[in-house]
């Protein structure tokens, strides 16, 4: 308010004071506008928290459904406005392709003496039962095992929703539960499952220009050995990943190894493991 309308001249009567005083409010307030904008591909609640940092103190912004409302001066409401039709587009669609590779490997040596030793009738075996002469050999074995499991998954979405995909299987397993003894002796129950094992993965991308980002999660499961009871192995991974569209990126990957020494009265043996996994995803846009 302007210094004249705080201390007015004495000659000026208090009823015009206060006209000019409603009028310069008046016109203050005028200042801000109050707009509905209308929403065509998103909502005001995905809209209102990137927007609310271009809204400066005494401004207000809000909305429901494909409606914002907007109370604001003009330059921040031309600043909003040149947003939102950036912002309220629709959204591309998206082909996310998902790689992931298990490889599993195994070696194991050893030498293993055996022979019949003795005098007389007295006959002592070492490593195989006694033979009826005396006698000795000597089994060097070796080999080297290898299972590689490999699995591509792929899922279309709209940029900036989530993205959810998974194949597998489930297989029988049987447990057995024993219950206490007492006067008739214990009582032995099986009852039967199912295990599952999947492998899949869950991703949300945005894209900006020709980049992609991603928050994507994929896992794989195998069964770790034949057999209802086999247990389940899984590797999987939870990152944040950038890249281009249309190039593979990696996601990740772990390596374990594991590795002993058997000894005894003539034998030797080696062992060793390696599990490796990785994982890499594509995003491509589709029309």
């Known amino acids: 308010m302007s210094d004249w309308l705080r201390t007015p001249p ?6 015009i004071v206060l006209l000019l005083a409603l009028a310069w409010t008046t016109a203050t307030l005028a200042a801000d506008s109050l707009e509905a904008i209308p929403l065509n591909f998103r909502t005001a609640e995905e809209l209102i928290p990137v927007l609310q940092p271009l809204v ?11 409606m914002l409302l907007v109370r604001a001066d003009a330059s921040t409401m031309a600043q909003l406005r040149a947003a939102i039709a950036e912002l309220d587009r629709a959204p591309r669609q998206l082909l996310i392709t998902v790689g992931q590779s298990t490889g599993s490997s195994r070696s194991d040596a050893g ?5 019949t030793i003795g005098s007389g009738d007295v006959q002592v075996g070492v490593n195989r039962p006694p033979a009826a002469g005396t006698g000795a050999e000597v089994l060097v074995h070796g080999g ?4 590689d ?17 998974t194949i597998g299987e489930s297989r029988p397993f049987t447990s057995t539960t024993t219950v206490g003894g007492g006067y008739h002796g214990p009582v032995v129950s099986e009852s039967t499952g199912y295990r599952d094992v999947n492998t899949g993965f869950y991703a949300v991308p945005r894209v ?8 994507i999660s994929p896992a794989q499961q195998r069964y770790a050995g034949p057999g209802r009871g086999a247990p389940v192995a899984t590797q999987s991974v939870t990152t944040v990943v950038s890249g281009r569209l249309g190039e593979w990126i990696a996601i990740g990957g772990s390596s374990e190894t594991s590795s002993g020494t058997s ?15 990785s994982a890499w995803v594509k995003v491509e846009e589709v029309r």
Do not use: K
């Not at 400066?56 to 494909?66: H, I, R, V």
């Open 10 to 15: 004495r000659h000026v009567p208090a009823a």
């Open 56 to 66: 400066p103190a005494g401004a207000a912004l809000t909305g429901t459904g494909d």
């Open 111 to 115: 030498v293993t003496g055996s022979a």
């Open 144 to 147: 080297t095992s290898r299972n």
């Open 149 to 165: 499991i490999r699995n591509v998954s792929s899922i279309r979405t709209l940029e900036g929703y989530e993205a959810y995909v």
């Open 208 to 215: 900006s220009g020709d980049r992609v980002t991603l928050e």
């Open 263 to 277: 000894t005894g009265l003539v034998r030797w043996g080696t062992r060793s493991e390696l599990t490796q996994y």
